[in-house]
């Protein structure tokens, strides 16, 4: 394993570059993405079940029939990593809308109505009471997403795109277990550090749930 | 001047809330709603601000029609507070009072310095202003609620059972404060509530509602308790509502004098002063500390706090009856102590002569009615 590491630290860096990015564009275009729909089930509850239930049916499909049918979707090279950004931007999202409806749900009935008789309205309410307060729910929900694209992205290498996965497939070809040790420390690690940052980030977002907590 | 016009709420399951509403909230006072659970009563106030429209009527504001006016700048003039406060969780304290001001565009640097002022005047120590709602307890959440609620200084304030969360003592508290507030700021204010007792404490007039949202009864609380119009009224109001109207009386009792014993005085100073087998204890300023047995104190001993009996209630000399009745019936020694506004002792009266000045009031008021109703017909 880490004889693999020495001679080819090139290759194993490119790999771990590429595999973060793989894994967090993804979340930050599912989030982008899911916040606006997340919106409209939380404020039009009836679009509610219809929308987390299409959320609930789209994490379902197998994660490489959906790389594979991408480029045929897409019209792009099979190859290109474009195909999976796109695919783990559909898992984020779906993964993330429920979240975010969530989030915005959990507003204590109380401070939505002291919220309405203060005159808050549309944009100005959803960015200053509905979405800081649905932070912590939301932070809970990248966490897994963002943890799970770690693991769905090495699922890429049987498609021919470089990352951490690519150190399975070598490994597996090769018969060297100490290679395919190799990728899953690098990728535990990785999880746990975009874990770890998105802890923090949520932390610096919500100063008044440590308050709360130090009671 | 709020004023409900055939008001009408018919929620879209076919629940008819309020019914024909026709009221006059006057301005500079306090109105209260009072009625069982679901008879209208956040129905009405919440159709003030439109937090929800009304089926049909009208609701003016001054000589504004409500219904005319766009929603924001509507809820920017009227202050809401509710149950439970509903404070932001994610704001501390002083930028949750600024709310309305930042909201109306004044400068973070005003809108904070008015915050601080609020803080101040409703009774908040200035060392919250950095914490968080929830490192506040109950009440002082409530207090945070009424002081953002009269940040950028509306006339109109619309509560909603804001002191029914906090414990009885508590609410006692912020109920006095929030009636010392009124007595400075004379804002245009509807409070709800299902509590009787603080509709009658708080109210300039009291609107008493029956489920299906119609008004019972618009009127002062001690003509509410003396003459409540039907049996719904009679028993909301309850049944000790004779001895509550009481709380409305005040006449000047003649106190009569009360030789005092002090800390320190011996056995046979107490003896000499007390009467009835009772002496009264003041301290330097003569304000009243409690009640001694006279024969209680052993000879040769002296007068400590060991031997004060604390019962009895004090009751202000030019207070109501209804305290002065109430300080004669819990003193041990049978006579209710009467203070001045600087809690000094004035002197001390029997319940038998409490009930005498009671009984020349209501035959006052007797003769009073019966020529009403003899040059009236
Ligand atoms: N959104 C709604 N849809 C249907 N019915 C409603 C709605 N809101 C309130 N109601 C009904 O309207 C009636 C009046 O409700 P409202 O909340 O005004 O009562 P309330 O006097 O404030 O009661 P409480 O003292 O319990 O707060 C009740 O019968 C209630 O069930
Ligand atoms: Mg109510």
């Given at each position: 394993m880490i004889n693999y590491l020495k001679n080819n630290p090139d290759n194993v860096s490119e790999w771990f570059f590429a595999h973060v990015w793989l894994?967090?564009?993804?979340?930050?275009?599912?989030l982008i993405i899911a916040l606006p729909i997340g919106w409209v089930a939380s404020h039009y509850r009836w679009t509610y079940p219809p929308i987390t239930n299409l959320a609930g049916l789209l994490y379902t499909v197998p994660s490489l029939a959906l790389f594979i049918i991408m480029p045929s979707i897409l019209g792009t090279k099979i190859l290109s990593p474009i195909n999976m950004v796109v695919a783990l931007t559909v898992y984020s999202v779906a993964l993330l809308v429920r979240v975010v409806a969530d989030g915005l749900n959990s507003v204590a009935p109380d401070v939505r109505a002291a919220a309405t008789a203060m005159g808050f309205t549309g944009l100005g309410r959803f960015?200053?009471?509905d979405l800081p307060i649905a932070v912590p729910v939301i932070t809970a929900g990248l966490r897994v997403a963002t943890v799970s694209n770690v693991s769905l992205v090495s699922i890429g290498a049987l498609i021919g795109v470089p990352q951490l996965g690519s150190l399975f497939t070598t490994g597996f070809s090769r018969y060297i277990p100490g290679i395919v040790l190799l990728g899953i420390v690098l990728c535990l690690v990785l999880a746990l550090v975009l874990d770890g940052l998105i802890i923090l980030g949520g932390r610096l977002l919500t100063p008044w749930q440590r308050a709360v907590a130090k009671r | 001047m709020i004023k409900f016009e055939s008001v009408v709420k018919k929620y879209p399951d076919g629940t008819v809330a309020v019914n024909g509403l026709d009221l006059v909230a006057p301005s500079g006072k306090i109105t209260v709603f009072v009625g069982p659970s679901g008879c209208g009563k956040t129905t009405s106030l919440r159709m003030i601000n439109r937090m929800i429209e009304p089926t049909s009527g009208t609701i003016w504001l001054d000589d504004q029609d409500t219904g005319k006016v766009s929603e924001s700048t509507l809820r920017r003039g009227i202050g809401y507070v509710i149950q439970h406060a509903g404070l932001f969780p994610h704001r501390t304290i002083v930028d949750n009072i600024a709310t309305v001001p930042l909201l109306l565009g004044w400068d973070k640097k005003k809108a904070r310095a008015r915050s601080l002022e609020l803080m101040e005047r409703v009774g908040l120590d200035?060392?919250?202003a950095r914490r968080y709602p929830a490192q506040l307890s109950g009440g002082q959440q409530q207090r945070v609620g009424v002081a953002r609620a009269l940040a950028a200084d509306p006339p109109v304030m619309l509560m909603d059972e804001p002191f029914s969360a906090v414990d009885p003592v508590v609410r006692g508290e912020?109920?006095?404060?929030f009636l010392r507030l009124q007595s400075e700021l004379g804002k245009t204010i509807i409070f709800v509530t299902h509590d009787i007792d603080e509709a009658v404490k708080l109210g300039d007039q009291v609107a008493v509602l029956k489920v299906g949202g119609t008004l019972a009864q618009l009127a002062s609380p001690a003509e509410l308790l003396t003459d409540?119009?039907?049996?719904f009224v009679a028993g909301f109001v309850g049944r000790d509502r004779g001895y509550r109207a009481l709380g409305f009386e005040s006449g000047t009792l003649d106190a009569a004098s009360e030789q005092t014993v002090k800390f320190g005085d011996d056995s046979a100073t107490v003896l000499r002063a007390g009467r009835d087998g009772w002496a009264l204890a003041v301290d330097e300023a003569r304000r009243p500390l409690g009640w001694v047995r006279s024969a209680a104190v052993p000879s040769g001993k002296q007068v400590g706090p060991e031997?004060?009996?604390r019962g009895g209630t004090l009751a202000s000399v030019s207070g109501s009856l209804r305290a002065a009745l109430d300080a004669a019936l819990s003193s041990p020694s049978g006579r209710g102590v009467l203070i001045d506004e600087n809690g000094a002792l004035v002197g001390t009266v029997t319940a038998a002569e409490v009930v005498?000045?009671?009984?020349?009031?209501?035959?006052a008021r007797r003769d009073q009615h019966d020529e009403g109703a003899v040059s009236g017909g």
């Open positions: 894994s967090v564009v993804p979340v930050v275009l599912g960015l200053k009471v | 200035p060392n919250f912020l109920q006095d404060e409540p119009v039907d049996d031997l004060l009996h005498q000045r009671i009984e020349s009031h209501l035959h």
